[in-house]
């Protein structure tokens, strides 16, 4: 489950982040979502022709996500929603209070994580988020998150090595991983949207200030990363083993060392999906042998192989470099950056 709230009327830009930060969090995109005759998805039906919100229908098309409109007055064509609504009404929101729609939006995230998603449901009889990631989340499409999201009116900022930005003649803090490097802003009402350039997630939050010459900091961009650091790595090594995790995150933190702990995380994630692979080492050995790599490459990389591993070598000759001939019988991959063009392995590396 993935919920998303809002403070005021829901417009069809909202929806589409939305979307996108669901697709992010389930990391992966589904093949069709079915809709109610809401405007922010149909403009008007007639005869089962639709006419979709154009905003909305190019942001599915660039998601590669199929849209399906219920047919008008006709219950039994609805998607089966109503009960996971009521039970976010009756076990989140019932008889509780927020300081803010910033501290609802947090416990909102950390409820889903801790409660809504750890349950025993009552249909399945299992986790949700076990099942998902034992069944479910192999049946998902890669979410290559579509140029349209990210914001064209942002501004560039660069932070400095207090880990602070500019904005208005005052000055703003983010998180220190990023101290040093440059980030995007935007105004959203009363508040300061801080996100990375490379993928538009939000990195930080404040409240405008008014005057001039103060200095805005939330005291949590100050905690020390690196721990957390250090225990995704630990938790790389406990799966691949010490001497293969520690070439990896030697080889990922050299080609990124900006976003390095996004990096070491998003390993995880990926290594994770494939847990049920018994021989997961043999192709994570070849990628360590590679000079440079992103995350995205392994995620790729593991999906042709797996794909097509009656054709894969278990070793590089003489140990050179991996050759793009070895890659070539590869299926073809989806390559995030790519838009509407499909790119073998062997082109990628």
Same mark, same amino acid.
């Given at each position: 489950?993935?919920?998303?709230? !809002?403070?005021?009327?829901?417009?069809?830009?909202?929806?589409?982040?939305?979307?996108? %930060?669901?697709?992010?969090?389930?990391?992966?995109?589904?093949?069709?979502?079915?809709?109610? =005759?809401?405007?922010?998805?149909?403009?008007?039906?007639?005869?089962?022709?639709?006419?979709?919100?154009?905003?909305?229908? =190019?942001? $599915?098309?660039?998601?590669?996500?199929?849209?399906?409109?219920?047919?008008?007055?006709?219950?039994?064509?609805?998607?089966?929603? %109503?009960?996971?609504?009521?039970?976010?009404?009756?076990?989140?929101?019932?008889?509780?209070?927020?300081?803010?729609?910033?501290? +609802?939006?947090? /416990? +909102?995230?950390?409820?889903?994580?801790?409660?809504?998603?750890?349950?025993?449901?009552?249909?399945?009889?299992?986790?949700?988020?076990?099942?998902?990631? +034992?069944?479910?989340? !192999?049946?998902?499409?890669?979410?290559?998150?579509?140029?349209?999201?990210? /914001?064209?009116?942002?501004?560039?900022?660069?932070?400095?090595?207090?880990?602070?930005?500019?904005?208005?003649?005052?000055?703003?803090?983010?998180?220190?991983?990023? =101290?040093?490097?440059?980030?995007?802003?935007?105004? *959203?009402?009363?508040?300061?949207?801080?996100?990375?350039? %490379?993928?538009?997630?939000?990195?930080?939050?404040?409240?405008?200030?008014?005057?001039?010459?103060?200095?805005?900091?939330?005291?949590?961009?100050?905690?020390?990363?690196?721990?957390?650091?250090?225990?995704?790595?630990?938790?790389?090594?406990?799966?691949?083993?010490?001497?293969?995790?520690?070439?990896?995150?030697?080889?990922?933190?050299?080609?990124?060392?900006?976003?390095?702990?996004?990096?070491?995380?998003?390993?995880?994630?990926?290594?994770?999906?494939?847990?049920?692979?018994? *021989?997961?080492?043999?192709?994570?050995?070849?990628?360590?042998?590679?000079?440079?790599?992103?995350?995205?490459?392994?995620?790729?990389?593991?999906?042709?192989?797996?794909?097509?591993?009656?054709?894969?070598?278990?070793?590089?000759?003489?140990? =050179?470099?991996?050759?793009?001939?070895?890659?070539?019988?590869? !299926?073809?991959?989806?390559?995030?950056?790519?838009?509407?063009?499909?790119?073998? $392995?062997?082109?990628?590396?």
């Amino acid at each position: 489950m993935y919920v998303a709230a !809002s403070n005021r009327p829901i417009n069809t830009e909202m929806f589409i982040r939305m979307h996108d %930060e669901a697709f992010r969090y389930f990391d992966g995109v589904c093949e069709e979502c079915v809709y109610d =005759q809401t405007k922010l998805v149909a403009i008007r039906e007639e005869f089962r022709e639709v006419w979709f919100n154009e905003r909305f229908y =190019q942001y $599915a098309s660039a998601a590669r996500l199929d849209i399906r409109v219920c047919e008008g007055y006709d219950p039994e064509s609805k998607g089966k929603v %109503e009960s996971g609504v009521k039970y976010v009404k009756n076990d989140f929101f019932y008889g509780d209070t927020f300081d803010s729609f910033d501290q +609802l939006n947090t /416990d +909102l995230c950390s409820w889903v994580d801790t409660v809504a998603n750890k349950r025993i449901h009552g249909t399945t009889k299992k986790k949700p988020e076990e099942l998902y990631s +034992l069944v479910e989340q !192999s049946k998902m499409k890669p979410y290559l998150q579509p140029e349209m999201m990210f /914001d064209v009116n942002g501004e560039k900022r660069n932070v400095d090595k207090t880990s602070l930005i500019s904005y208005k003649s005052n000055k703003y803090s983010v998180p220190m991983i990023y =101290q040093s490097s440059t980030v995007m802003i935007r105004q *959203d009402g009363s508040k300061l949207i801080i996100y990375k350039p %490379e993928s538009s997630d939000i990195i930080a939050k404040h409240d405008i200030c008014e005057g001039k010459g103060h200095i805005i900091k939330n005291t949590n961009h100050y905690r020390d990363h690196q721990k957390r650091i250090k225990d995704f790595e630990e938790d790389i090594a406990g799966i691949v083993g010490n001497d293969l995790g520690q070439k990896l995150c030697t080889i990922l933190k050299a080609s990124s060392p900006k976003i390095y702990r996004d990096q070491v995380a998003g390993l995880i994630k990926i290594i994770k999906q494939h847990s049920d692979k018994q *021989d997961i080492n043999n192709p994570l050995g070849l990628l360590a042998e590679r000079p440079r790599l992103r995350v995205t490459f392994i995620r790729d990389y593991l999906e042709a192989f797996y794909t097509n591993k009656e054709y894969m070598p278990f070793s590089w000759p003489d140990n =050179q470099e991996p050759r793009s001939d070895a890659l070539s019988r590869y !299926s073809i991959v989806s390559i995030s950056g790519h838009h509407n063009k499909e790119v073998t $392995a062997h082109e990628y590396i």
